[in-house]
């Protein structure tokens, strides 16, 4: 199966910034769209970010303009640069990746464990 690995949360200032990363592991076949999304406590999942492979990315209105998602297909990674943040970004972000684990497998969603970026005023 395919694990997620995200680093890079933690606490950060209003109009600061946070970088996430999230490396993809174990048996990968192919990986389809990556992508970013979060979860603030007593909120459903939203998303964030996706990329395709090609780079064609899509971004919730709320971050466009100070989010930026970019991936390295060869290292299997994805990375959310987070600029201006605000506090309504406070909430835990969530890795997701499309990928077929084996020749000839469906593709499947997987998550990463989350991390915590916490945005104080």
């Known amino acids: 199966q395919v694990q997620l690995v995200e680093s890079g949360g933690g606490l950060a200032q209003a109009g600061g910034s946070l970088r996430l990363s999230c490396a993809a592991s174990?048996?990968?076949?192919?990986?389809?769209?990556m992508g970013w999304y979060y979860q603030a406590p007593g909120k459903q999942r939203e998303l964030v970010a996706t990329i395709t492979p090609s780079g064609l990315t899509n971004y919730a209105g709320s971050v466009k303009g100070r989010f930026t998602i970019s991936r390295d297909n060869a290292k299997n990674t994805v990375h959310l640069q987070m600029n201006s943040l605000k506090p309504e970004d406070t909430a835990v972000y969530f890795c997701?990746?499309?990928?077929?684990?084996?020749?000839?497998?469906?593709?499947?969603?997987?998550w990463g464990q989350g991390t915590q970026v916490t945005v104080s005023s």
């Open positions: 174990g048996s990968i076949f192919k990986i389809n769209g």
């Open positions: 997701n990746a499309f990928a077929q684990p084996n020749y000839g497998s469906s593709y499947q969603s997987f």
